[in-house]
């Protein structure tokens, strides 16, 4: 037997701590809205006739985002056998108001009462009876974060779930509103038999497009509950939505303002920091330094030392050194030696040289998230983004792809406004994620430790979307209402030590593992094009990097990217491989470096790449492959979330064209200012491209509102 329970909640209620603290399972735990957008199912780690549903976070069941369409499809059609209302105890009021709606639905409601420890930590007072009471349901007081009380939590839905019973329903709205509902009642006799009698009537009145149709109304049942509805606005003097929101919010402030006493009186601990940390003086300089500081301290101080440890001593002397007695200990040939040393070894030592830095990166974002901080950052750009004409909602698959880029563009789902959303998609890839960071790390390393590179691609990204943003919201295509951005700062709380490993440990895992098989593979070919001519002999290392199918191959697109600075072959060769992932950019240098021969790759890979960039072309090298067309994966992820060719082709159309402007504009540019070189014909591109750029973001928009 399975018992379907839902999870249902407004975003942040902690509906899916709690469903990980059931199931044991590992979903993320965002503090913004929109992480989870999918429904999660998982069984009840205690009770195994348990199933539950985790569902995005709402805040009415009304069809207009994506997160409501979800939930409400589910809750509506699939109809779980109870629902669990999350509700932040902390932030009772608001969370009501679905709650009210939830009860309509005729399944058996239960009210987990969450962040219980908050409340007694403020020393709220909630009367719960007197809430069960008017809300005709069981309320349990729970901690999803503490694991308090949630085994009961589960027994008391289960048996309400198998009792089946409904309480009757509540009539929350005032008696002219509940004449109006009972009269649209009588008049669908369909009704009659159904459990969500209330709520289809509610949302017939609502005149909700999808359960008209479904209840499969005649004309004349339309034209009648067309005239009530016409009736009411002009009683009420405001639309049907209106009336019923207004009602709905009536209800819950009366019974909260009766059953709920804040024990703290005036700003909590959270409240008081906000002022500060969202304040419109403050709040930008805040963000810059915090981020300024968390590279700070990955790329300086775990990045210098650490760094030079795992990749010298761990790597180069350690792994490699006992990897290269093994494989002479077997007798290996010398092709085989080669192949595993100036290969695989080479390429994924290279890649995980720099993970210390990754690692402690990811560490700072979770902890970033866990206590509050990173909600606060959407929302700070959320209003700077807004005067550039950006939907604050891109800001959060932007704050994801920090990560990785994949699901940050998946993240773009919630964006309702079909123009922001494609915008959205196409930008998300613009920042460092974690194979890029090792790119950075990589430079960061060579130029003596310049930790300052890693805040200056990360806002460089930010500035890329800008830009971006700026110029395209000129253009008729990109033209949409501009959505609503409701975001819910969750009170600041310690980091839980378990959050911030699991999400630290799920990120690194991944970019391990992308280095035990992605890239593993893309240095055996690597190593495999390095060593083999173009007329197809085997020569050993070394000596055929000049004339081998690779370097042939790079010979033949280097011209593509002489305006960039790097009309190189191992530069040509490494970008057109950082398509696979990025982190091939690092690996391939690290083969051609020869981080394989142990005995002389102290410091080869550093030493290699310092001697074969100038500032300049490093600048543009970093900056093409970090806004350039992203990895494989990537890509995919932009087919699959814009659903349509044309709209994909335009997308990594202007991803290209835009970093290829931007890097020859910095290559240029620094090669003239910075290494103090003579201008020349692409110098004068350059400027040409710079005005352009200029008049695109400057020019008044005729779409202005
Ligand atoms: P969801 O959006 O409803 O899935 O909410 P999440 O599960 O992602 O939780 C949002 C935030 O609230 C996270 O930072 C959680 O750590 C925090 N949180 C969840 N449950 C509790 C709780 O019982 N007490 C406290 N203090 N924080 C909680
Ligand atoms: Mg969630």
């Known amino acids: 037997m399975t018992i379907n329970i839902a999870l249902a909640g407004n975003p942040n209620s902690g509906k899916t701590t709690l469903f990980n603290a059931l199931t044991g399972s590992h979903q993320y735990v965002g503090n913004w809205p929109g992480v989870t957008v999918e429904k999660k199912e998982g069984r009840c ?84 009876e007197k809430i069960e009471k008017e809300l005709n349901c069981k309320v349990v007081e729970v901690s999803a974060l503490k694991n308090e009380n949630i085994d009961l939590l589960v027994e008391i839905s289960k048996n309400a779930a198998l009792e089946n019973k409904i309480f009757p329903e509540i009539k929350s709205f005032p008696k002219d509103l509940e004449t109006y509902i009972q009269k649209v009642e009588d008049l669908i006799p369909s009704l009659n038999e159904d459990r969500a009698r209330r709520w289809k009537a509610v949302k017939v009145f609502e005149n909700d497009k999808q359960v008209i149709e479904e209840l499969k109304l005649s004309p004349e049942q339309k034209s009648k509950i067309d005239k009530l509805r016409a009736d009411a606005e002009k009683f009420f003097d405001d639309d049907v939505e209106g009336i019923i929101t207004d009602g709905r919010y009536d209800f819950v402030t009366r019974l909260t303002s009766s059953s709920v006493k804040k024990g703290r009186q005036g700003l909590t601990f959270s409240d008081k920091v906000d002022k500060i940390v969202t304040s419109k003086i403050f709040s930008i300089p805040i963000f810059l330094v915090v981020m300024t500081l968390v590279y700070y301290l990955a790329i300086s101080v775990v990045g210098g030392d650490v760094t030079d440890w795992t990749n010298d001593v761990l790597f180069g002397e350690i792994i490699g050194g006992k ?37 402690s990166l990811f560490i ?71 194979a890029k960071t090792d790119i950075i790390a990589m430079f960061a390393a060579i130029w003596g430790g310049a930790w300052w590179f890693g805040p200056v691609w990360y806002f460089g990204g930010i500035v890329a979307v800008i830009i971006t943003g700026l110029i395209l919201k000129k253009t008729e295509r990109f033209q949409g209402d501009e959505a609503p951005f409701i975001m819910e700062l969750p009170e600041y709380h310690l980091p839980s030590a378990y959050n911030v490993f699991r999400s630290t440990w799920t990120r690194v895992k991944a970019f391990v593992f992308n280095a035990g098989t992605i890239i593993l593979l893309a240095s055996i070919f690597v190593w495999l094009t390095t060593n083999i001519t173009i007329n197809f002999k085997f020569e050993p ?28 072959w191992l530069a040509a ?34 030493d290699f790449v310092k001697d074969y960039f100038t500032t300049a072309s490093m600048l543009a090298f970093m900056f093409f492959n970090q806004l350039t067309i992203p990895c494989f994966a990537a890509v995919g992820a932009i087919r699959q979330e814009m659903n349509d060719r044309k709209w994909t082709r335009f997308a990594l159309g202007y991803i290209l064209v835009f970093s290829y402007t931007m890097s020859l504009m910095i290559y240029q540019f620094a090669r003239v200012l910075i290494d103090g070189q003579a201008p020349n014909f692409w110098t004068g591109v350059a400027g040409v491209i710079l005005v352009i750029y200029l008049y695109l973001i400057f020019k008044p928009s005729k779409y202005k509102k």
């Open 323 to 359: 990897l290269d007695e093994l494989l002479t200990n077997l007798g290996t040939s010398e092709m085989v030696h080669s192949l595993v040393m100036d290969g695989v070894f080479a390429g994924v030592a290279g890649v995980l040289g720099f993970l210390p830095v990754i690692a």
């Open 364 to 434: 700072f974002i979770a902890i970033l998230e866990d206590i509050g901080y990173m909600s606060r950052i959407a929302f700070i750009l959320d209003r700077v983004f807004r005067k550039f004409g950006l939907s604050g909602k891109s800001f959060i698959p932007i704050l994801v792809g920090t990560g990785c880029s994949v699901p940050g563009i998946m993240a773009t789902r919630t964006i309702e406004n079909d123009a922001d959303r494609r915008m959205t998609i196409t930008v998300a890839s613009m920042m460092p994620c974690g």
């Open 45 to 128: 780690k205690k009770d195994g006739e348990v199933v539950l549903t985790d569902l995005p976070g709402i805040y009415s069941l009304s069809p207009y985002t994506l997160e409501e369409v979800v939930a409400r499809d589910f809750l509506v059609h699939d109809k779980p056998d109870a629902i669990i209302n999350v509700v932040d105890g902390s932030n009772i009021e608001r969370n009501l108001y679905l709650s009210t709606q939830l009860s309509e639905l005729g399944i058996p409601l239960i009210i987990a009462l969450n962040m219980m420890d908050l409340v007694r930590k403020n020393k709220d007072y909630i009367d719960i």
């Open 541 to 568: 290392f070394g000596s055929s990097e000049t004339d081998s199918i690779l370097a042939f191959v790079g010979k033949k697109i280097q011209w593509f990217f002489s305006p960039l600075g790097f009309g190189d």
């Open 573 to 606: 060769v490494a970008t057109i491989l950082g398509l696979v992932a990025k982190e091939v950019v690092v690996s391939t240098f690290g083969i051609i470096a020869k981080l394989g021969d142990i005995e002389t790759n102290t410091g080869a890979l550093t």
